[in-house]
């Protein structure tokens, strides 16, 4: 691990965990049974040739060929600056509580309650911030669980990572370490690899889908607005504006993501780029059902040296059954940068650097700011900027419709879809199956001539 993305000798809460399965990785390239064990939560390591950390570290220039330290001394300092940093909410405390949980299965001292390594951990998951009795206790309780095969898992479940965590994600909301379950859902590092048309090699395709009854379906949609990243996950994305003029229902933002935002230049991971986003409403503002976000990487992008070469989903927000406070709230995003990682490696990547919990990271920040966030603590969260889906499809926004040119000259282009790589309408289409499908869960209670009208 190199000191040098280590501002004033403290990690950031995503680099730590980056350097937890870093540490998991190099623990289990020598060690066949840590391989097995490690496996039974993360699938990739099942390929008994399988490693990550050393390619990650080639592409970020980390650190010179054979100077890394070893992987228990590198998990030691992971755990240490873990339990020196205050989790900023729920989702970044069960982040930690699944790390800790593969760790245990790499290295025999976290087997151990008395060993420092065992400490460390159990420092790592302490509840400071919340209120318990006793919190060390509590976090010890919990520990006990994640290192435990014998972990409690729902009865009408079968066996595997995401009934484990649903027994996990059980016995610390008991324990007081975790608010509720909805928005400790879906399970960290759980994902699925796709190709996108017109790019060579893969993409991390990652999908999250919950229902959750902590926050009014006014709340979400404003979650869905880039502008509010920043506000409610501080330790990821370093800056978001939006740049260009604004057409309806679509916006350009400039984003700089990192592992460390303080380090700059020197943090582990570090990248920007621009997106072009379109903002929808289903049907429409008045009585939606639903609220949906588009987007990709915006014209221009990508420039030649930009690490990301692919970005692009859907943030999608549906009622179920018509309630404004039950709410099921799916997310996609397919990645892939400019190195030559396999599939799986760029699938454990996104996994350490908490790419996957973007939708879980919003749901929680918005239920922490209560029903009506123009009364909560903090800026107010700034208005879902949708048209309805008519206006959509009139704009081009959809397949079928027809954009205009690129309007005044400081304006973001309206890039015209036959203007964009040949793909780029399968890559819309997708996004729009992906959303017709949350849909069709969220508002289930149409019938099956209804929802054909409404698709």
């Known amino acids: 691990m190199d000191a040098r993305s280590e501002p004033g000798g403290r990690m950031a809460e995503t680099h730590a965990i980056v350097g937890v399965y870093g540490a998991i990785d190099r623990a289990v390239q020598n060690d066949p049974q840590a391989r097995a064990s490690v496996a039974t939560l993360l699938d990739q390591y099942k390929d008994p040739r399988f490693h990550w950390f050393d390619e990650f570290q080639k592409w970020r220039r980390i650190s010179e060929p054979g100077s890394a330290e070893p992987p228990h001394a590198q998990l030691e300092r992971a755990?240490?600056?873990?339990?020196?940093?205050?989790?900023?909410?729920?989702?970044?405390?069960?982040r930690r509580m699944f790390a800790v949980g593969v760790a245990t299965r790499a290295f025999a001292g976290l087997q151990k309650p008395q060993s420092k390594l065992a400490k460390l951990a159990v420092n790592a998951l302490h509840p400071d911030s919340l209120d318990v009795a006793k919190p060390k206790k509590a976090a010890q309780e919990v520990y006990k669980l994640l290192r435990s095969d014998e972990t409690p898992q729902s009865e009408d479940a079968e066996p595997g990572p995401s009934s484990w965590w649903d027994g996990v994600v059980e016995a610390a909301v008991e324990e007081s370490l975790l608010p509720g379950p909805p928005s400790m859902?879906?399970?960290?590092?759980?994902?699925?690899?796709?190709?996108?048309?017109?790019?060579?090699?893969?993409?991390?395709?990652?999908?999250?889908?919950?229902?959750?009854?902590?926050?009014?379906?006014?709340?979400a949609t404003r979650l869905l607005d880039p502008l509010n990243w920043r506000e409610c996950i501080p330790n990821f994305w370093c800056e978001v504006r939006a740049i260009g003029e604004p057409a309806p229902g679509e916006r350009?933002?400039?984003e700089v993501v990192s592992s460390d935002c303080e380090?700059?230049?020197?943090?582990?991971?570090?990248?920007?780029?621009?997106?072009?986003?379109?903002?929808?409403?289903?049907?429409?503002?008045?009585?939606?059902?639903?609220?949906?976000?588009?987007?990709?990487?915006?014209?221009?992008?990508?420039?030649?040296?930009?690490?990301?070469?692919?970005?692009?989903?859907?943030?999608?927000?549906?009622?179920?059954?018509?309630?404004?406070?039950?709410?099921?709230?799916?997310?996609?995003?397919?990645?892939?940068?400019?190195?030559?990682?396999?599939?799986?490696?760029?699938?454990?990547?996104?996994?350490?650097?908490g790419y996957a919990n973007v939708g879980a990271h919003l749901a929680s920040c918005a239920a922490k700011r209560g029903r009506d966030p123009m009364?909560?603590?903090?800026?107010?969260?700034?208005?879902?900027?949708?048209?309805?889906?008519?206006?959509?499809?009139?704009?081009?926004?959809?397949?079928?419709?027809?954009?205009a040119g690129t309007g005044s000259p400081g304006r973001v282009a309206q890039t015209n879809l036959g203007a964009l790589m040949q793909d780029a309408a399968d890559i819309w289409a997708r996004t729009l199956r992906d959303g017709a499908a949350a849909v069709e869960r969220g508002a289930g209670r149409h019938s099956r001539a209804q929802r054909r009208q409404r698709d």
């Open 79 to 94: 755990l240490s600056h873990l339990g020196d940093l205050q989790p900023s909410h729920a989702r970044v405390r069960a």
């Open 185 to 219: 859902h879906p399970r960290p590092c759980s994902g699925e690899l796709v190709t996108v048309p017109g790019q060579d090699g893969p993409a991390a395709a990652l999908t999250t889908e919950f229902d959750t009854k902590e926050i009014s379906f006014d709340a």
């Open 252 to 254: 350009c933002y400039h």
């Open 263 to 353: 380090a700059g230049a020197d943090a582990w991971f570090s990248a920007e780029t621009d997106l072009l986003f379109n903002f929808i409403w289903l049907p429409s503002k008045k009585g939606a059902e639903a609220a949906l976000a588009n987007y990709q990487l915006a014209p221009g992008r990508p420039l030649p040296n930009d690490l990301i070469r692919v970005d692009e989903g859907t943030l999608l927000v549906a009622k179920v059954d018509g309630d404004d406070n039950h709410l099921r709230i799916t997310t996609t995003k397919r990645i892939r940068f400019n190195y030559p990682f396999s599939s799986e490696m760029l699938a454990m990547m996104m996994c350490a650097l």
């Open 375 to 403: 009364d909560s603590a903090g800026p107010p969260l700034s208005e879902f900027p949708g048209v309805s889906h008519t206006a959509a499809m009139a704009a081009g926004t959809w397949p079928g419709g027809r954009r």
